[in-house]
Structure formats: C-alpha cells, structure tokens
C-alpha cells in the first residue's frame, strides 16, 4: 500500500486470508445473485449492505398500501448465506472508492478489495429539486413504504375530524408522479383500498371523495412496455376512476397543493414519487460515472480504467446496438449480470476464456390490482386481464427469495383476494413531517 | 356548559345524537370488550386510543425477540368494530379530564361525554429515575418492541466489527430487570436466540459469550403465581444458562454498565425493563388517584365522588377482602370488568338493578422459550413443561382479536417450532439512542 494514503477511519475487521477478497457493494438483486454464485473456494467474499436485510422491491407498494407486512417482503442477509463459507457481511454504508488503493470508506471504517463489485442500484431521481426531495413520498426502500402506509392511514383520521370540505379533499386526494410500473401499481392499489376497504373502515366519510391522480410526462403509460400495454394500463386504471394525466409534468409542491406545468392546481397532501430513478454511484470515480449516475462498463461489466473494479445492476450503463443508453434498470438485467460475472470470475482472471453479456428480456408485467394486469413475454407473446394478473402473482412468488416469506406473501394474497381485505393497516410509527429531512437522508445514504 | 369554561380547544366532529353519549378512553384489553358488549341502540359511542390498532401485549416480546411480525399481533380497532353502528373512533391521545364540564381534553381537541369510562391501561414505572427512563428499554407497546428488536440485532452487528474483548462482551450482555411474567418470558425467548438463532446468523461470534441477567428484587420468580411456578420457572431458566439474580435491585445503568445494590457491575448496552407498570391516570382527577396512579373504584368501576366517571382495567384499583390493594393488573380483569359495565350500562342507569364486580380467576401463565411454560388454573392446578406450553399457545390463540392474525401467528409459531429459526429479523427502523428521549415521550403519552 502507498505510505501516503493516511486515513482516519478505523479498519473493518474481516479475517485474513490468503484467497483474493471480493467486495461486493449491495445487497438488492445484483449483489445477492453473484454472493450466491461466486465460488467462495477460490475467493474471499465481503458484502456490504447499510440494511441487513434484501428487499424485494417489485413487491414494496403493497407494503404502502397496507396489502403486505414489511416483513415478509425482506430476507435476512445473513440468514440467506448461513451456509456459505468463507463469506462475510457488514451492515455498512459506503460513500466512497479510492480504486487506485483499492480501498472503500464507509461509515464504519474502511476496507480493502482486491476485487470490487458495485451494485449499489439506483436511487429516487428529484430532479435536483429540494421541493420535491423534502415533501413528496418516494418508494424505493421499505422504510419509505412503512412512511407512505402512515402517512394514506393518517390522511383519513384527520379527515374524519374536519369540517371544512375543502381541507377533507385536500387529505383524499393522492397525487402519482410517473407512469412506469411503480406508478401504475400504487395507483391500481389505491383504487382497490378506495373501493374494497376504507369505505368499511370510514363510514363517515363519502369515500367518493377520494381522487387517485397519476401524472405522467411522456404521452403514455408503461414507456418500457409496448404501445398495448399502455393502454391497457391506461384503461384498467380507468376502471378504478384514477384521474390519468399524461403528457403533464407537476412543477411544483408546496406540503398542501401540486401545481402541473398547465396550471392545474390539485390540493393534496400526499405527493407519491415514482417519476424515475439514477444510478446510486459512489464518490472516488467520477470520471466513469455517467449523468444518470451509473458507471460506464464495457461488456463484460468492468469499469474500464481501473482495475478489478465491476458494476452490475441498475448501477452499470452498458451500451450495445440494442440499448444505446445502456441497458434498462430491471432486476432480470441485475440478475443476469451477476450470474454472467460470478461465473466468469470463477474462472479465474485471464479474461480470454470471459464471455461477454448478452441480455435474455424474458418479460416485464405490472398489475393494476385485483385481477388485472398486463406482461409481455420474451417480447412477444403479450396479454393483459386476468390471466396475466395470476401470471404476475405466480412470477413474484417465484422470485422472492424466502420460502417463507413465500407462503406468508401467498397467504396474505389469498386472504386479501377472497375477503376484499387487507390485513395491515396500521401506523405503528406515525408520520412525522417535520422530522422528514433529517430522516430521509438518513435512508438515503449511498448502500 | 359552565359560562367560565373557555377553551382554547376545538371541539372533536362527532355527529349529533339524541342518545347520552360514552367515551371510552384506551382501546386495549378493557376497552376493547367494553365497546363490542355496550348496547348502541341506548347510547353514542366514542372510543379515542392514541394508536389506530389494540395491541396484544402478552406477545411483546415475541416480536422484541424476532419470532413474530409486528403487525401479526396487532389488530386495526376500526376494522374490529366495522359492524359496530352509532360507533366513532377517534385516534386521540386524552391528557386530562374535567369532570365536572364533563369535558376529556385530546391532542385533537375536546370531547364532551356522558358517561365516561377509563380504560387508559398502565404505563411502564421506571421509578421517577431519569437515568432508566432514558437509557432502558420498556416493552409496553409496539414501537418499544420494535426498538428493542432493533437494539439487539445491531448489537450483533456492531459485535463482528469489534477487536476488543470487552466491547464485544459488553454488546453479548442483556440485563432484564422484573422477574414478573414479561421478564420470564424475555429471557426466555433471549435464550433460544443464543442457542437456535443467532450461532447460525454470526458464525465469527462465540455466542457462548452472550449472557442473559434477569434481575428482581423480590427473593423469586413470578411473584404473581404460586411459590412452585417460581421455581419451575428459575429451573427452566438456568437450562437456558439464564443467570438469575434474586433479591437484588438494580442501582444504575449509564448506558454502558448495570451497577446492582450489591455493587456488582454487568457492562451491557442494553437493560430491558420489566420490573412493573403504574396506572396511566391522566390529570384533572387527582384526589381519586391513588399512589400507583390508579383511579380508585367502587364494586361497579364507578370513580366515587364523579357523576358518571368509570374506570376499568389497569388503570382501576377496586378494593376488595381479596385484594387489599387493588385487583391485579391483568387482562381477565380489564375484560371481565368491561363485560360487568357494560352490562349494567345497558340496564339503564338506576343502579338498583347493577351487579357488584366479582373477579373469577381463571389462570395465569408464562412461557420459558421452546416446549416450557408455566400455568396456574382456577388457583389450583398447577402445571409445568410441554403440557402448559401446549396450552399457553392455545389460550394466547384463542384471545387474541382478529382471525387472520390467529393464522399468521400460528403459521410463525409452526415455522419457528420446526426449523428452530425466527423469520423477522429485520432492522427495519436502526434504533437511535440519542433521538430516544423525545421518541419515548411521545410514545409514553397517555392513551
């Protein structure tokens, strides 16, 4: 190591070894795919994580939405890799990459690699507007999904207690920001808790009342999935009543109304951010980082100009005929450049025998609550209704890494379905607004 | 109303009735029962609780242990009174009553009731020492549970990180202060974590080197049962390598080390406190308040010298040649006095025809970890071991409010039992101590 790098933070205490260490850099679907492939005999393995647990995001709206327990979309890190040997995690946060020392800083020390996986994945994009950093609802982690959940519940105990007519509208009205899935299965959700469950709750309110507004900048829904599936989305949602504006842009949020960029005042106190994502890179490599804040990386996801430094996930922009903008920011890519990574570096360092990635799109979907939703698979074959809604659960059930948790999403599924019910609707830790800032950057910490 | 009573307070929206209106004040085990059995084709009923969901307190410590997901033993109060008519809930903290403008104060504003009943429950007695109140950890209600969830996964956490012997000793010890039934069964539950759990979790620890104290100052165990179940309960606790301190009280706890009065000192981070609860009395009726803050009672909960003030539960302390100090504070008594109340309450108010409280004690009972419980029945029969456990699971299924969270809790309790694991060990929310002052007073606010 260089005599001149003088550091002040403490070391992080991992066992010597004489095998090359891995750093990996978060636990999402990324990171935990290439812990679970990379082969522990021929390395050394550090995951980093600032949760202890994986989150199982395509899922975290039913968590706002009161439709699931925020325990049952997370799998315990540690649990996940008891049997693994020769592996070790650190609840950390990294905030910086010195990769001439091969060296990450985080709030616990520093720790040395020899290899480095970034799969930091992304976080919410605010556009560089504090407004809407400090008072809208974004949704990526679940903390910001257990704040949304206080947040809907709480709106309609104040509202009961109003007289005004227009503060009891203020409190109703849900203003959704983004067209994509996120934004399209919030709204499909408060749709359903609109229809099925708050008017048992509330009788005293007329929960007519309550307007669903989805904003959209592009002039259609689900811009990653085809023209059909947009319209579907588009009139599935209709069906719930929710008030579709697209090709509109909300310019403004004071706390109590959004302002559109047409003028369009919509008082509200709950504005819910799923206007789009960057990349959650690091400090220490700028030069490589690119404006949506992924890492440029060549084929086979190295950060090129450093050495033994990788990115995968929605952290990595890896450009190719197919995606000049670098590939889409979706857990099957993660998946499948971690599963690609692991299995080149098991071969060791000679990048000759290396394949390069090659995405396999084998579908996207999204629901638009109870039975509907719409997927396309392998790019062609697409449907929407019912079917594709008995699709979408079973996918999700495949994919989510605990078999427990499993059963209890399935369980809770099955309860919601038959009883128009959700079983999770309370505010265990109220909202606080003022307190939101400090708390915010807390969450959002680089991973 | 009494022209000289000015109240900067709005009055809380509750539709008009011709009916005498009842406010209930606390949605747990008393009020709860008070408001399914009171008739309201003959009275308003308004029932204010500072949480929007009653709390099974008896499984507390399942979730501050990880076996059980918070919102499994929580049951939403609208949702359990949906059929309820002429029914309002308000999620209100109560801090004073003025009982002669008959008049309950709330963070929300007033209320003005009728017939009022208090059902506040108990708040943790830290002993007017500053020091616990601050640095201990209670286990009264959700988020304390939560808190300590938290406290001991991070402890783990922060252990793997530490070179020091004795920082990570200091992390490995818990100190559980009340060796009433809560406190039994928090060591107990500790216990399986540091044979079944937690070795599996962090094979870089020595768990053998996690201590569990259990502190009390009387000279046994469950001083609330009978002599045998106090020693049934410290023998089960020892096979879980519990160290038992009777007779001695603990002294300080600065945050960092546990000085009992024998001066023996436990360097530990975290103190769980169990050694008791007051009443939860709220101001404005203090010549009534006896020195465990309980409102003191005639045979039908009336508050005596106040026209129409009842108190049940916890927070009542009805007098008796049985009980010289008042019925214990137990949920069969808050649930057979709110079935009494509100039995006579529906008779009419000519207390000619009201039947005087007669407590029939039905059994107490605590469990110690895995396949051990202690139980007393009618006051007679005793049992310990598998038997009691068996039953201990089916009289907590049997109580507690909602059927689904009857499945949930029994699929956890399947799970766990036959895998030796613990699903929800989750930091969702990092305990923070520094915030925890003003955290904790706002959590402790009267109901």
Sequence with gaps: MNQAHISQLEKINIPK????RIV?????????????????????????????????????????TAGLEPDSIAGPLRK?????????????????IDPVEKIVETNIGELSYDHLILACGSITNFFNNEEFEQKAFPLKQLPHALNL???????????????????VQRLMNYVIVGGGPTGVEVAGALGELKKHVLPKD??????????????????????????????????YLKKFDVNLYVGKIVK??????????????????????????NGNAL??????????????????????????????????????????????????????????????????LEKDNWKPFKYVDKGTMATVGRNKAVTEVFGKLKFGGFMAWLMWMFVHLV????????????SNWVWNYFTYDRGTRLIIRPFVKKKYKAKKQAEEMPV
């Design 80 to 96: 996940t890799f008891q049997k693994k040997k020769n592996f070790f995690f650190r609840m950390a946060s990294a905030h910086k």
């Design 252 to 277: 403004s949020f004071d706390g109590e109304t959004v302002e559109l960029n047409d003028g369009m005042q919509i008082p509200s106190e709950t504005l819910i951010w799923a206007a789009g994502v």
């Design 283 to 348: 400090t220490g490599m700028d030069q490589k980082v690119t404006r949506d804040k992924r890492y440029q990386v060549n084929e086979f996801n190295k950060v090129e100009g450093f050495d033994e430094v990788y990115a995968i996930g929605d952290v990595a922009s890896m450009k190719s005929e197919e995606f000049e903008r670098g590939h889409p920011m979706l857990a099957p890519v993660a998946i499948q450049q971690a599963e690609l990574l692991a299995k080149n570096l098991n071969k060791g």
């Design 399 to 410: 994919l989510i890494v605990e078999f427990r948790n499993k059963i209890v999403i399935m």
């Design 24 to 64: 990996i850099i978060g636990g999402g679907f990324g990171g935990l795919r290439f812990v679970k492939r990379i082969d522990t005999r021929k390395y050394q393995v550090v995951l980093l994580d600032r949760y202890n647990y994986h989150t199982f995001q395509p899922l975290l709206y039913q968590v706002a």
């Design 149 to 167: 959940r206080s947040q809907i519940l709480q709106n309609f105990e104040k509202a009961v207690l109003k007289n005004d007519e227009n503060e």
């Design 202 to 235: 509330f009788p005293e309110l007329n929960l007519n009342k309550m307007q669903i507004y989805l904003v959209e900048g592009q002039d259609r829904l689900l811009g990653g999935m085809s023209e059909k599936s947009g319209e579907k989305a588009f009139e």
């Design 17 to 20: 070894s004489d095998l090359p």
